[in-house]
């Protein structure tokens, strides 16, 4: 065995030399060493299965050897030039990517990072309607930039009050998300559309773009009625304000389709892309029109956006992607475990209040009514089930969602021991609180 510092070193590290603000999953976290497609392997060796993909990032899976391939001979023949120099991989993934975006989405701008991403559509999007205004939904995250901070709704990934004091947040306005508690679906989509009609009534001309995730992912995995985002962006054309679809969490089949807005057949005006387009490999993009495109003249290069080793992983992505049918196997799969958790529901109703996805994207609130003792419990099953050897995440406006975001190779028996797994530790959790919180009994 190698020569690990081990979870207490590397957490002893982590306290000394990273930012405080560093936050980590576990009170006993594993170190991890090695990926292997679903597996994760901890420095002691124990393996485990991975629902979460690194936050929706390896879609083909850990190390995936067909990906890793061609990333590794990119890396020994040519590993770096900036786009001031040409190169083919990076022209190959452009128009790769134009094939499977949507209308007329043929351009892309690369960078590094999911914030990058929306950072550099949010100033296009000024650039392109000579308008400063964004508009934002409720509970969404878009990144840890200044600008992608101020249009991020939920409040535990802004650094407030700190900016609002400076008066440095941009000009935002938050719009209601289409989901509500206790509410019928149909009725919170509504009044959503109802709060941005107001809003574009009464300075729709002043509003460049609205940013939204079409599955809120951080949020606590919301999934709106088929109706509603085809008529935000009905909404939107009448103003002329662009629609940011932020795809970095949803984008390359893990919601059953290679985009999620694909489902409503929605066109965006411009895309954004990270996370699973590298595969962990650092690479992501936005996308828009010939027109739209056209109206971003500065900065005119990017030091690592679309380096040669990037774009070749994306590519093989794209390819593994195609060849393994992905968005269909996250549909059928995510199909499974949807109905599987809905039955772990129903036999926990004091607990798994609320069972919600699309593709493998899919949430499992705890306890609802009373989302701080939820955060606890879903910190007492994420731990349990680590222990068990399945790593899940957890999300929502609470941190009170159990998140179910496997790599999309996950399989039928994956899934199948997860959810007995999952049983087993809601009821270990039950025990651990003297017998009274299991859920089958208030
Ligand atoms: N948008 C969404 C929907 C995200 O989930 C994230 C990251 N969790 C980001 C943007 C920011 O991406 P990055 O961390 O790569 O900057």
Redesign the pocket.
Known sequence: MQNYLGPEGVLAKRKQYFYPCTSHFYRNPPQLVKGEMQYLYGHDGTCYTDFFAG?SVVAGGHCNPEIVKRTAEQLGTLQHTCTIYLTQPNVELAERLAGVLPGELSRTFFVN????A?EGALLLARLHTGRKGFLALEQG????THL?MSVTGLRMWRSDPQLAELGADADVTFIPRPYERGMNADEAARRSIDALKAVLAEKGGDIAAMIV?PIQ??GGIIVPPDWYFPEVKALLEQYGVLLIA?E??TGFGRTGRMFAMDRWGVTPDIVTM??ALGSGVPV?AFASTDAIAASFTRPSASTFGGNPVSSVTALAVLDYIEAHHLPERAERLGGLLLAGLKDVAARYPHVVSEVRGAGLMIGAELCADDAERGALMADDVLEEMKDRGFIIGKNGVGRNVLAFQPPLVITEDDIAEMLVALERSLDAVHEARGGKDNGVRP
């Open positions: 936050v990072s999911g914030s990058e929306n995250l878009h990144g840890r992608t995730e992912g951080n932020d970095i969490q990270a996370k992501a």
